[in-house]
Every structure is written in C-alpha cells, then in structure tokens.
C-alpha cells in the first residue's frame, strides 16, 4: 500500500516544529493524523478519493483539521470505541464510526489494520497499513530522539509494552508522527526501551540513595540540562515513578518517594 509523509507544522512544542500527516492508499485512501490544513497537503487530498479519516490519538497536533478535511471529502470520520468524548472535545466532531484494536478497514483492494498502542496517551494506536507493511506508529517512536511519556495521561506500563509488541511485529517501517521514517524499527524500539530502562535504573538510584521529592529525583536522575524541559521531565519522571509503584519497587504517594 502506498503510504505518504506530509509534514504539516504546528505551534505546538512538538519534534522538528511539524506533525506529519498520513495518506494510505494512491487512489482511495484513508487520511490520518492532519493537523492544519496546507497547500501541499490540500493538492494530495484532492489527488486521491479520501474515504476515512483516523487520528493515532486525540492530541491537539494530531487533529486540527479533521473537521475540515472531512467536510471537503465526505469521508467517515472514525474514533476509538470508549474514547469518543475525548476525540469530541478534541476535534468538534463526532465520529461516524468507532475502532477497536483490530478492526480492519478496507482500501481499495487493501485494508488498514487498527493496532492497540497506548502509553504516550490512552487512545493511541497505531495502523498498519496493508498485510505486513508499514505501521503509522503516531507518537510512539522517533526515528532520534525519545517520546515524552508524562503522568497523568502517560502510562510507562503501557508504553513499554507497546515498543515490545510492535518489535514483535516487526513491520517493515514505522512511520512516526514527527520526524522522518523509521527504516529499522527494530533497532529503534530496543534502543528507546534501552533509554526507558537506563531512566528507570537512574531513578530507582536516586531514591535507594534518600531521594524523596520529585525535585530530588530529577536533579539525581537527570544527567542533561534540563532547561526548557523542565515541565517535561517532571511528567516523565512520576510516570516512571508510578510504574515502579505498582510494581512495588519504590514507594510512591504522588508527593514522597521511598525505597521499597
């Protein structure tokens, strides 16, 4: 199946200042992920019948013009079924129709496989487009880099398990919601457990050596300047935080941690 990259760029704090939109199929097609309207992505739309369009997750630079783009073409609008108040509230719209993980949905002569992909946000998915081809990861990869994870909505169980079940999968190519395409997926799924793991190792030190705020975790944990990002990495570390806590390997009350 064919698949292009239109990267779109947004105002919000995002990788590469962009959020790339997706089409799949050369003739009919399913559009995923538009953020804005632009002129490069208006001239691809009206080459091709867009009949659906999905978002990977309900993020506001995922979903800025799908009301738009699905007023010009008439396509069914799709949500993840249980999530659609979430993707109302984030696009004015109500969806036409709802997925669940592996719902298929055809084009042309192909079909877009919906895969369960939560973590970064608790709607994600990812697509697969066609039998063995590439999968629309949306944000749970980046070809450099890492993907933010940040309590309250991300979910580290979740996230991990995801990068484990689409290394499992091993497609092709992933092709992520910022940045350009991940031609080794494997490769880049080992390498950002490997970093989430590494981050985990850091914060349970922190803590066995009498870290108890999350101010304490982050200047323990965090090799890097933080600068900028600071808001980020808190998110990120209590997601890490609250993982460790149901697997009860530290103590964690949303304030103190302790050693377990």
Excluded at 214 to 225: C, I, M, P
């Amino acid at each position: 199946m064919d698949v292009s990259r239109h990267p779109v760029p947004v105002d919000s704090r995002v990788p590469t200042g962009t959020t790339n939109a997706y089409l799949l199929g050369d003739g009919p097609a399913i559009l995923v992920d538009p953020p804005a309207r632009t002129d490069e992505l208006d001239a691809a739309v009206e080459d091709r019948t867009v009949q659906h369009v999905l978002v990977t997750h309900a993020h506001r630079d995922h979903v800025g013009a799908v009301d738009a783009y699905a007023t010009q073409t008439g396509a069914t609008v799709w949500a993840r079924y249980g999530r659609v108040e979430r993707f109302r509230e984030a696009t004015g719209l109500t969806p036409d129709r709802t997925f669940v993980s592996g719902t298929t949905i055809p084009v042309g002569d192909d079909r877009v496989r919906i895969l369960d992909a939560p973590g970064h946000a608790p709607d994600h998915v990812a697509l697969e487009a066609g039998r063995d081809g590439p999968v629309c990861c949306g944000d749970c990869a980046v070809r450099d880099g890492s993907v933010v994870v940040g309590a309250p909505e991300g979910d580290m169980r979740a996230y991990l398990t995801t990068l484990r079940r689409l290394w499992a999968i091993d497609p092709p190519e992933l092709c992520p919601g910022h940045g350009p395409p991940i031609d080794d997926p494997a490769a880049t799924l080992e390498r950002l457990l490997a970093h989430r793991y590494r981050r985990e190792r850091r914060i349970l030190a922190a803590v066995d050596d009498g870290a108890r705020t999350l101010e304490e975790v982050l200047t323990s944990a965090y090799e890097k300047d933080l600068t900028g990002l600071e808001d980020l990495a808190r998110a990120t570390a209590v997601a890490h935080l609250e993982k460790l806590a149901v697997e009860e390997r530290l103590e964690w009350d949303g304030v103190h941690a302790r050693s377990a």
